[in-house]
């Protein structure tokens, strides 16, 4: 199984980016789907995380109501749309998926099978 995710880059505070996550191989359409971030210094943390059918989400408090998670089985992609970004957004994010067929939300990185090889996103004016 390979990710790519892209759409990252810099931009303004109170801006939007939109990244995308792309799987080849594998049953990506039966997996739960997270999008971690990591800060310089800093451990990668969980910033939202969507269950195989795209049914159940997770946001982690510091980005409820701005970020949204969604999953499209058909093109084997998950999307983070981010609104209202903050410089403390600043990191390289990275999705990872889990090998577990109709698996439910996973929240810590341990429990992530395959890594993307993460995007940068800087906010900043």
């Known amino acids: 199984v390979q990710l790519q995710a892209s759409g990252g880059g810099l931009v303004q505070p109170g801006g939007s980016l939109r990244l995308s996550c792309v799987a080849s191989?594998?049953?990506?359409?039966?997996?739960?789907v997270g999008w971690f971030r990591q800060a310089p210094g800093k451990e990668r943390d969980i910033v939202t995380a969507?269950?195989?059918?795209?049914?159940?989400?997770y946001y982690a408090d510091s980005v409820k109501g701005r970020f949204t998670i969604s999953k499209d089985n058909a093109k084997s992609t998950v999307w983070l749309q981010m609104n209202s970004l903050r410089p403390e957004d600043t990191a390289v994010y990275y999705c990872?998926?889990?090998?577990?067929?109709?698996?439910?939300?996973?929240?810590?990185?341990?429990?992530?099978?395959?890594w993307g090889q993460g995007t940068q996103v800087t906010v900043s004016s």
């Open positions: 990872a998926t889990v090998g577990q067929p109709y698996g439910k939300i996973y929240y810590t990185a341990e429990e992530y099978d395959y």
């Open positions: 191989g594998g049953t990506f359409s039966r997996w739960p």
């Open positions: 969507i269950d195989w059918s795209g049914g159940s989400r």
